[in-house]
């Protein structure tokens, strides 16, 4: 017995060890600023065009970094060329009144722009069989009406609770 359990015991030990070593490292690493201000840098992948065409766009002051980053890089993924579109979009939203964007964008922009928008207020990027769901209960269009509504599938109360009159929010 003593043969077979330590043949088989040291080599699940070593699997085991360096498992734990390289959990132990790697939250080791995290205590060096060098490798915040990489993990920094990394972040800034995200063009600060896109956040503020996003910002223009929908109307908003702030958006949820995380729902940014998310969104560029699926939009970015679909569309090769897409940070290109959004440095134009951003140009031209930069040289006109916001009150004309809809008569005064070219064509491209104003596809770039509706695909930004489209991902904002449905949380999907993407059509048929490749669209990815980036968010749905944080999707803009539920923010509209999120006084009185939940998104499909929250229930927000008992059962039965639709058969009565619903209760304002901020009433």
Known sequence: MSKYYSKHAS???KTRRNIIKGLASTSLLSFFPAFNVMADALADDVPSAFVSVSKTL???ASLPDVLVDRFFH???AEQSNFSNQVMSLEKELSQ???KT???KLSPEAQKTAKTILSAWYTGIVGDGPDAQVIAYRHAL???AVDDVLTPRSYCPN???FWAEKPVEKHA
């Open 96 to 98: 006109l009144d916001p």
């Open 74 to 76: 699926a939009l970015q």
């Open 141 to 143: 269009e539920f923010s």
């Open 11 to 13: 080599s699940h030990d």
């Open 101 to 103: 964007y809809t008569e």
């Open 158 to 160: 008992k059962p039965g």
């Open 58 to 60: 929908t109307g908003r």
